[in-house]
């Protein structure tokens, strides 16, 4: 009898849909394999728990993985299936990111039922973002909107918007798309005005590294355009010391045989931004080395006052 497969994932809708997006594509790659043979295991997060306040608060982006990683290193499951910009930039001893699907959308999307464009929003008016990328990048434009928190899963903050908490929210589009909610959409931001957090719309599995059987059946599913992107975007977030308290935005795309990127740096009223554009082959060791060089110039180009400075301002927003 073909021994199960257990695939981890976070329980919420959008979560469950990428997990059965992983084990459709596992099936439909394996003539032996039925979907009989593949279990979805649903394993609560402690960032899935809080709700209440920032992520920045609680304790990071780690927060929605510990838990699966924890089921993974004791073999409760087999693979992962995570959203790549949720994951840290260090993974735990004995882990790997072995697969890469093909990466969705990755532009922001403005949602509203009042106003049919970003720029349309009035002075003042109320824009809900948990994400300090996407405050920075609103506040560049548009200084005179106020941002609110606005947490929890896709569903969840619609039922916010809808209630009237804000005019307007931001979404990643590749997460409305793959819950058949596209249209959701009110208008679908600019890539050269709304940079994407490093890893957006790529879906990433995690494994345990001496798990060669479990990498060989996802071999079929890797696209590795995708990871050549993700890997430099990752390396320039790891150079920062990227994290929840820090607005970053980066999107690299491979050309041919070549990769562009492009990267910023904010401060978290959207005033300053550092950034950099640079092109390299379109190779996993051309990809990691140019994300950390640029970031690294970036640091130095930002400096030790500017950091001081964010950490400060964002400490002081979540008290």
Same mark, same amino acid.
């Given at each position: ?5 257990? @695939? ?31 279990? +979805?295991?649903? +394993? ?19 927060? /929605? ?8 290193? #004791? ?17 735990? #001893?004995?882990?790997?990111? *072995? ?5 969705? =959308?990755?532009?922001? *999307?403005?949602?509203?039922?009042? /106003? ?12 809900? *973002? ?9 506040? %560049?434009?548009?200084? #005179?909107?106020?941002? @609110?928190?606005? %947490? ?14 804000? =005019?307007?929210? /931001? ?6 798309? %793959? ?28 494994? %345990?590294?001496?798990? *060669? ?14 990871? @050549? ?11 920062? #010391? ?34 950099? !554009? ?13 994300? !950390? !060089? ?11 006052? /500017? ?10 927003? +979540?008290?």
């Amino acid at each position: 009898m073909q021994q199960s497969i257990k @695939i981890g994932t976070r329980g919420s809708p959008l979560a469950l849909a990428q997990a059965n997006d992983v084990k459709s594509k596992l099936v439909a790659a394996h003539a032996d394999l039925s979907p009989e043979n593949v279990e +979805i295991v649903v +394993i609560k997060t402690t960032g899935d728990r809080i709700l209440d306040k920032p992520l920045i608060e609680a304790g990071g982006k780690g927060l /929605f993985t510990k838990e699966i990683e924890e089921a993974l290193l #004791d073999s409760s499951i087999d693979c992962a299936v995570h959203s790549s910009k949720d994951m840290p930039t260090t993974l735990p #001893d004995g882990l790997c990111l *072995t697969v890469f699907l093909p990466r969705e =959308d990755p532009r922001d *999307t403005f949602i509203s039922k009042k /106003f049919s464009h970003f720029l349309d929003l009035p002075k003042g008016a109320v824009l809900g *973002t948990a994400s300090l990328r996407r405050r920075a990048l609103a506040l %560049r434009q548009r200084p #005179d909107l106020k941002v @609110i928190n606005f %947490r929890g899963n896709v569903q969840s903050r619609l039922r916010k918007l809808a209630e009237g908490d804000a =005019d307007a929210r /931001f979404l990643a589009q590749a997460g409305l798309n %793959r819950l058949n909610m596209a249209s959701v959409a009110t208008e679908k931001l600019p890539l050269d005005e709304f940079l994407p957090a490093p890893a957006q719309g790529a879906v990433t599995i995690e494994i %345990r590294e001496d798990n *060669t059987k479990m990498a060989s059946l996802l071999r079929p599913l890797h696209a590795l355009e995708t990871e @050549i992107a993700v890997t430099a975007e990752r390396a320039f977030l790891a150079a920062l #010391d990227g994290s929840c308290r820090t607005p970053i935005a980066a999107y690299a795309s491979v050309h041919g045989d070549s990769l562009i990127i492009k990267a910023k740096l904010l401060s978290l009223d959207g005033k300053q931004v550092f950034e950099r !554009n640079a092109t390299c082959a379109a190779t996993l060791e051309a990809a990691a080395t140019t994300g !950390n !060089n640029i970031g690294l110039e970036i640091k130095a180009e930002a400096g030790e006052e /500017f950091f001081e400075r964010l950490y400060k301002e964002v400490g002081e927003e +979540i008290l």
